[in-house]
T-cell receptor, first 115, second 114 residues
Framework: AQTVTQSQPEMSVQEAETVTLSCTYDTSESNYYLFWYKQPPSRQMILVIRQEAYKQQNATENRFSVNFQKAAKSFSLKISDSQLGDTAMYFCAFMNGGSQGNLIFGKGTKLSVKP | DSGVTQTPKHLITATGQRVTLRCSPRSGDLSVYWYQQSLDQGLQFLIQYYNGEERAKGNILERFSAQQFPDLHSELNLSSLELGDSALYFC?????????????FGSGTRLTVV
């Protein structure tokens, strides 16, 4: 069974600085997708970024980028120029390419951006 | 507003009772997913429906059931409620059967069992 591990329960960063959130996963599949979701205090789950396992190029969305290391089964999220609105829980998630589409989530990392 | 509507937003009920959570997917989306978020178990997949039919089942208890209606809205029924069922229940929707672009979540229903 696939598992997703986020080893940092909590992190903090100063506004305008850069922070990296870690995620590792375990799978024997070759076709899969990885996601980072953000859950602010409003509870809404918001998709931040998505990576296809067969693509070597790391995904980027504005200030958010990933470092995808397929051999190491690592999928970290880098947030540049951190903003107060980035304060949230961040969840790493895995989706098997051959599955019906259900996501397997890590336990999350609580990120606090300090002014 | 994500386009996925969940009602009610909050629900408080007693142990042993039965409740129904409702989800209206985003317009045009055929798949509905239910997730449970609790402090001890984290986010767990419960069940998926596609165009009215059950497509995948996760860690859903036998006391829980769901269905998707012809108008594509879905209901999650929780019965014989226990204190441990207190959680945030999310619904999400996507266009296809296994949409790997990541689907859209609703804002959740907070269930408190007392």
């Amino acid at each position: 069974a696939q598992t997703v591990t986020q080893s940092q329960p909590e992190m903090s960063v100063q506004e305008a600085e850069t922070v990296t959130l870690s995620c590792t996963y375990d799978t024997s599949e070759s076709n899969y997708y990885l996601f980072w979701y953000k859950q602010p205090p409003s509870r809404q789950m918001i998709l931040v970024i998505r990576q296809e396992a067969y693509k070597q190029q790391n995904a980027t969305e504005n200030r958010f980028s990933v470092n995808f290391q397929k051999a190491a089964k690592s999928f970290s999220l880098k947030i540049s120029d951190s903003q107060l609105g980035d304060t949230a829980m961040y969840f790493c998630a895995f989706m098997n390419g051959g599955s019906q589409g259900n996501l397997i989530f890590g336990k999350g990392t609580k990120l606090s951006v300090k002014p | 507003d994500s386009g996925v509507t969940q009602t009610p937003k909050h629900l408080i009920t007693a142990t042993g009772q039965r409740v129904t959570l409702r989800c209206s997917p985003r317009s045009g989306d055929l798949s509905v997913y239910w997730y449970q978020q609790s402090l001890d178990q984290g986010l767990q997949f419960l069940i998926q429906y596609y165009n009215g039919e059950e497509r995948a089942k996760g860690n859903i208890l036998e006391r829980f059931s769901a269905q998707q209606f012809p108008d594509l809205h879905s209901e999650l029924n929780l019965s014989s409620l226990e204190l441990g069922d207190s959680a945030l229940y999310f619904c999400a929707s996507s266009v296809g059967k296994d949409f790997n672009y990541g689907y859209t979540f609703g804002s959740g229903t907070r269930l408190t069992v007392v």
